[in-house]
């Protein structure tokens, strides 16, 4: 069964430090997200990603964030400077459509702590 | 802006009792609602959705959930928990137009006794 592959699934860095969290969609899907879940808090909406250009974020994506489908196959999440409260499990979804069926297949996520 | 509020961070049953987990939502527009089940070490599985047809939607694995406007609830249950059910449940909301943002509650996790 066709799957969202995630890596790292978990990276330690120290504050201020780049870091880069890669996905890889389910192939024929077009809509691309990134969701986050800090420890003990909701998942929350970051971005959504169609058409190599960003059709929804959130506040809490700033510039510090950025996303990109460097090729064909993967979709990054680059966070520029990292900061303490940037520690979170980070989950990549995709979609074939971005109607509202709530269909997104998600990966198994990517822990961040920033140190 | 919509919001979702699951009672109960955890809930735990015995095998073959009713499994209950509770979703109240709120939306100043018709809501799309949702639950999503995630076991150990996985990402997030849809497991039903309501999207403004039939109020009793039936998922997989034997789950139900019934969309009550007048009480703004979406509630999870399933007749017969089995030990394979243990996991974190999810209930989330978006709006006609919203694209895929969704907006999650905090989630259960459900336990399941032997």
């Known amino acids: 069964e066709p799957e969202v592959t995630q890596t790292p699934s978990h990276q330690v860095t120290q504050m201020g430090q780049e870091v880069i969290l890669r996905c890889v969609p389910i192939s024929n899907h077009l809509y691309f997200y990134w969701y986050r879940q800090i420890l003990g808090q909701k998942v929350e909406f970051l971005v959504s990603?169609?058409?190599?250009?960003?059709?929804?974020k959130s506040e809490i994506f700033d510039d510090q964030f950025s996303v990109e489908r460097p090729d064909g196959s993967n979709f990054t999440l680059k966070i520029r400077s990292t900061k303490l409260e940037d520690s979170a499990m980070y989950f990549c979804?995709?979609?074939?459509?971005?109607?509202?069926?709530?269909?997104?297949?998600f990966g198994e996520g990517s822990r961040l702590t920033v140190l | 802006a919509q919001s979702v509020t699951q009672l109960g961070s955890h809930v735990s049953v015995s095998e073959g009792a009713l499994v209950l987990l509770r979703c109240n939502y709120s939306?100043?527009?018709?809501?799309?609602l949702f639950w999503y089940v995630q076991y150990p070490n996985q990402g997030l599985q849809l497991l039903l959705k309501?999207?403004?047809?039939?109020?009793l939607v039936k998922g997989i694995n034997g789950f139900e959930a019934e969309f009550k406007k007048s009480e703004t609830s979406f509630h999870l249950t399933k007749p017969s928990a089995h030990l394979s059910n243990a996991a974190e449940y999810f209930c989330a909301v978006t709006i006609e137009n919203a694209g895929n943002m969704l907006t999650f509650g905090g989630g259960t996790r459900l336990m399941v006794k032997p």
């Open positions: 309501y999207t403004s047809a039939a109020t």
């Open positions: 990603f169609y058409n190599n250009e960003i059709s929804e």
């Open positions: 939306s100043s527009v018709p809501p799309y």
């Open positions: 979804a995709s979609s074939i459509k971005a109607s509202n069926t709530g269909e997104l297949f």
